[in-house]
């Protein structure tokens, strides 16, 4: 077995993401994936029906804010994304819905039928935001591609507090740092309408608002601004095709059904991986200048490290890292036509829009929900998101059909649902059709007829995401709880990082999982992962390694198709809607 300069443990998105640059910046590379295939949380497969494909869980793709978009080329790969003119939908039982839209005059004429006060708000947030977009755009770039820093924290700061100036909130920079997301939101706006948009949106990042310090989170949600909300053509497994592509053009090696089972350290540094026995090489010793661990926080260092390597204190503080914030129960249907939400009477282009939020129609109820989440209780109303992701790309499934998922937030360890006591863990093969249900009925009430057009319906609980991918402990989509004690400086833990995001205190191991900011399709966390990486060993600057974050959205964005599944196979209100 060849030796590498570098090998990556997983072929998750950032993963991949941290490979592909360093082949491209001449590095030999090696991936070594557990799985059959790379991309565990960026799949799409046909769970049922031939032509119907689902996105088991990423959905919102927002590659086109990283600088990988430019930097590996990844529309020569074959990524195109596809979108809709409305980016984001907020419905509601009493007929009506606000929206958020990639023409900002269009999400604030959506905001003015719901309150012209608010939409006043949202008009000075929107000018303000204009006249100091080089200030935006440097600390948005900082905030999700650069380590963080009391520096950053101090420009932010600044940044609000001129923000609420112009705004004209009796409230300084310093103390949105102090509030949590729901009382900010209260802060800003008077109908819950427009409160709740960007409420449902943090829920979309799971950095919750219920938690302190997650102020500033909604501070930069709260503007409603235009956003990458993206699906690709094919699904979101083609995010995935374009990295591995990518990867191996530049000469870098993919083995997949390769678990690992231990790092191997030599003289205090890192210095390879070794293959379990069940592996397709068993028990394989593969030697690397640098290893890279995209598995999550305690397999790397419990697991693959373990006590005789660095000790039992960092052992016992790993084990107690946080995974147990509210995760995803998802229900996948293919249907044989069009949703048609109820509200689509008040505002037609609700129809236009493909990604959304259904339930939880004050802050107090979404507090409340996330608040049971915490403790372990399946709120008794159910909220969440929708993704109809053919209204952006036809391709997804058959001619005049379309496929929907819509997820809640659960406590992925439940203890109690509607006055039954649960066990747990060990509950969610009795819950997934009892809350697939509770879910459909729901849905049926903002969106009459839907269970008429139901072809078939899939349930995906936080047990069957661990199932899938074993690195996702109990369900987490983002690599462990984004906390305030695992969040920012302190991501994962303190101490873990040594400098920068994923130098680890072990020389020679570096981590693409569990780190700052949070696991996503923004691909930062193999971005930084694959920085820090070239910064080390020489080969950062590579003329092509310039392109900055965001700006690949900023100069495309008028060019990516929208609302493909609108005009063909929409419904009779989205029409009416694009007249």
Not at 512 to 531: D, E, F, R, V, W
């Amino acid at each position: 077995m060849k030796d590498y300069d570098v090998v990556v443990i997983g072929g998750g998105i950032n993963g991949l993401t941290a490979a592909a640059y360093l082949a491209k910046a001449g590095l030999s590379v090696g991936v070594f994936e557990a799985r059959g295939q790379c991309g565990a949380h960026c799949d799409t497969v046909e769970l049922g029906r031939p032509g119907f494909l689902h996105n088991t869980h990423a959905q919102w793709l927002v590659p086109a804010l990283s600088p990988a978009m430019a930097d590996l080329d990844l529309e020569r790969f074959g990524l195109e994304l596809r979108g809709s003119d409305v980016l984001f939908a907020k419905t509601f039982l009493g007929g009506k819905n606000v929206l958020q839209c990639l023409d900002p005059s269009a999400t604030q004429a959506s905001v003015a039928r719901a309150s012209e006060r608010d939409a006043a708000v949202q008009a000075r947030f929107a000018q303000y935001l204009m006249e100091h977009t080089p200030e935006a755009l440097a600390i948005g770039q900082q905030l999700i591609f650069a380590a963080p820093s009391a520096e950053l924290q101090q420009r932010r700061t600044a940044f609000h507090d001129g923000l609420l100036k112009a705004i004209g909130l009796s409230l300084s920079g310093e103390d949105v740092q102090r509030m949590d997301g729901f009382d900010v939101l209260a802060a800003l706006y008077e109908t819950e309408e427009v409160r709740t948009l960007p409420a449902a949106l943090g829920e979309y990042t799971g950095q919750w608002p219920l938690h302190r310090g997650m102020g500033t989170q909604a501070m930069d949600l709260g503007g409603l601004p235009p956003t990458a909300v993206h699906t690709a053509r094919g699904g979101s497994h083609a995010l995935t095709h374009a990295l591995v592509k990518c990867l191996v053009s530049h000469g870098g090696e993919i083995w997949t059904t390769c678990p690992v089972s231990r790092i191997v350290v030599r003289e205090r540094r890192a210095c390879g991986i070794r293959l379990s026995p069940d592996a397709l090489l068993p028990s394989e010793e593969i030697s690397a200048r640098i290893v890279i661990s995209n598995v999550t926080l305690v397999p790397t260092f419990v697991h693959m490290l373990g006590a005789e390597v660095i000790g039992g204190d960092w052992i016992d503080k790993i084990k107690r890292f946080n995974y147990d914030d509210p995760q995803l129960i998802s229900v996948s249907y293919a249907l044989k036509g069009d949703v048609e939400f109820a509200s689509a009477t008040y505002d037609p282009a609700i129809q236009r829009a493909w990604v959304g939020y259904f339930g939880g129609e004050t802050l107090a109820a979404i507090r409340g929900a996330m608040a049971d989440c915490l403790a372990g209780k399946i709120p008794d109303e159910v909220m969440g998101g929708w993704f109809i992701p053919t209204r952006a790309d036809p391709s997804q499934a058959p001619p005049g059909c379309h496929t929907l998922q819509a997820w809640v937030s659960m406590p992925p360890c439940p203890q109690s649902w509607r006055g039954r006591t649960l066990h747990g863990w060990d509950s969610w093969r009795d819950l997934a059709g009892p809350l697939a249900d509770a879910i459909t009925e729901r849905l049926e009430q903002y969106a009459p007829g839907l269970r008429d057009l139901i072809l078939e319906r899939h349930t995906n609980t936080p047990f069957d995401q661990q199932h899938n991918n074993p690195s996702a402990i109990r369900g987490n989509m983002i690599g462990g709880s984004a906390i305030p004690e695992q969040y920012g400086v302190n991501r994962p833990l303190p101490g873990i990082i040594t400098k920068g995001v994923s130098r680890t205190f072990l020389p020679g191991l570096y981590l693409s999982n569990s780190t700052y900011p949070y696991g996503a399709t923004h691909l930062a966390n193999g971005y930084l992962a694959a920085c820090e990486v070239a910064e080390d060993a020489g080969c950062r600057e590579a003329p092509w390694w310039q392109a900055q974050p965001y700006l690949w959205f900023l100069e495309n964005m008028g060019r990516i198709a929208t609302n493909l599944g609108v005009n063909t196979r929409g419904a009779r209100k989205a029409a009416e809607g694009l007249r």
